[in-house]
């Protein structure tokens, strides 16, 4: 069930969305070689917390973290471990807030000191879907223009999508419907209506589009160990159009 949010709820939605944003513009100086992604995670946790939200994610079906930390061929849902970033990763950062019962959710893919062409060209296209497909977002447009915008931009410039992940809506829980495929799928096609809040996610790889979970149950790499990007914001639909409630 699709849940349009009014407008108590979404002015706490917009609340949460807010100390995301601020978390993330916290955390990117932190992205460079030699910090491990469990110190990013502590100090996501230590933010989230003194400024009175809890991490969506950490004990979400079991998930043991804050964020979710992919590098490099990790897609999403890296967990966060002790090894250090070096010079020319690529890391995935995915992360929500709960505040006061209502959640953000969004991912950048940042580098880590100087990258190759390749990669940052990958990060590129990939946020330049996500900008393609928020571009979709007015009301009576389909759930599938939102897709199509990222398959379309992604295949153009060489790239493929990842098919087993998706976005989602989001707000009163963390993942709520409809489901927001990469690609245009045979599945439900809901029209976009002024209300809806969603989390729109494109996930691209280099090479294969094909991904594979490892044994943790969690961590999801490309099945050809290519690098992949994962770029995410919360979007609000409104009467004219939308209004996209988290930065990085």
């Known amino acids: 069930m699709i849940r349009l949010k009014n407008e108590r709820q979404i ?3 917009r609340a949460s969305c807010a100390m995301l944003s601020e978390m993330y513009e916290a955390l990117k100086p932190l992205v460079k070689p030699g910090v491990t992604p469990k110190e990013l995670d502590t100090f996501a946790e230590e933010f989230i917390r003194a400024h009175g939200g809890k991490p969506a994610f950490l004990g979400y079906e079991g998930y043991p973290a804050t964020l979710c930390v992919s590098v490099n061929e990790v897609v999403i849902h890296g967990i ?3 090894r250090p970033l070096v010079e020319g990763d690529i890391v995935g950062i995915d992360s929500g807030i709960e505040l006061n019962g209502y959640f953000s959710d ?3 893919t940042l580098p880590v000191g100087a990258i190759s062409p ?8 990939t946020r330049e879907c996500l900008n393609l497909a928020i571009a979709q977002i007015v009301p009576h447009a389909r759930i599938s223009d939102i897709s199509r915008a990222v398959f379309s931009h992604a295949t153009k410039n060489g790239f493929k999508v990842v098919r087993q992940y998706c ?4 707000g009163l829980e963390i993942h709520e419907d409809p489901q927001i495929p990469n690609y245009v799928s045979v599945g439900p ?10 989390a729109i996610e494109p996930m691209i790889n280099i090479g294969t589009s094909d991904v ?8 999801v790499v490309t099945m050809d160990g290519s690098l992949s990007a994962h770029f995410e914001h919360t979007v609000l639909v409104t ?6 409630l988290t930065r990085w």
Do not use: F, K, S
């Open 167 to 170: 976005g989602h809506g989001v």
């Open 189 to 198: 096609n809901p029209r976009i209506m002024p209300g809806m809040v969603l």
């Open 80 to 82: 966060p471990h002790d």
């Open 11 to 13: 002015e706490g939605i």
């Open 118 to 125: 390749e990669a940052q060209r990958l990060l590129d296209v």
């Open 106 to 108: 969004a991912a950048i």
């Open 212 to 219: 594979r979970v490892l044994d943790d149950d969690w961590t």
């Open 239 to 244: 009467t004219d159009g939308c209004e996209v």
